[in-house]
């Protein structure tokens, strides 16, 4: 069984950084993303990378302030979330698959982290 554990979360004032990671215990190469979800909200597609690192992909909410990268020939990846605001708060979530699809479809992911927060205050 895959396992998935971020770390990495806490609290930031507006404008600042935060870096997440994730390490997936896969052997093989695995689609891999950032997802997030804020009390009272769909669970929403962040980033995705791919699994040479050689694409990543942003939803337009992140693009320009985030940078997801991996470690080259493994599952962990990073999240560099800069110029923080307070809409940036929420659960983040990791996930994977060995599949190639749709990076943004929840749907598309196997495996799941549990989560860490992120604060922006």
């Known amino acids: 069984h895959v396992q998935l554990v971020e770390s990495g979360g806490g609290s930031a004032q507006p404008g600042g950084s935060l870096t997440l990671s994730c390490s997936a215990s896969a052997t093989a190469l695995m689609y891999m993303g950032w997802f997030r979800q804020a009390p009272g909200k769909e669970r929403e597609a962040v980033a995705g990378i791919s699994t040479s690192g050689g694409s990543a992909m942003y939803s337009d909410s992140v693009r320009g302030r985030y940078t997801i990268s991996r470690e080259s020939g493994n599952n962990t990846i990073h999240l560099q979330m800069d110029g923080l605001n307070p809409d940036d708060s929420g659960v983040y979530y990791c996930?994977?698959?060995?599949?190639?699809?749709?990076?943004?479809?929840?749907?598309?992911?196997?495996?799941w982290g549990r989560g860490t927060q992120v604060t922006v205050s």
């Open positions: 996930a994977g698959d060995r599949r190639y699809g749709a990076w943004y479809q929840g749907s598309q992911y196997s495996y």
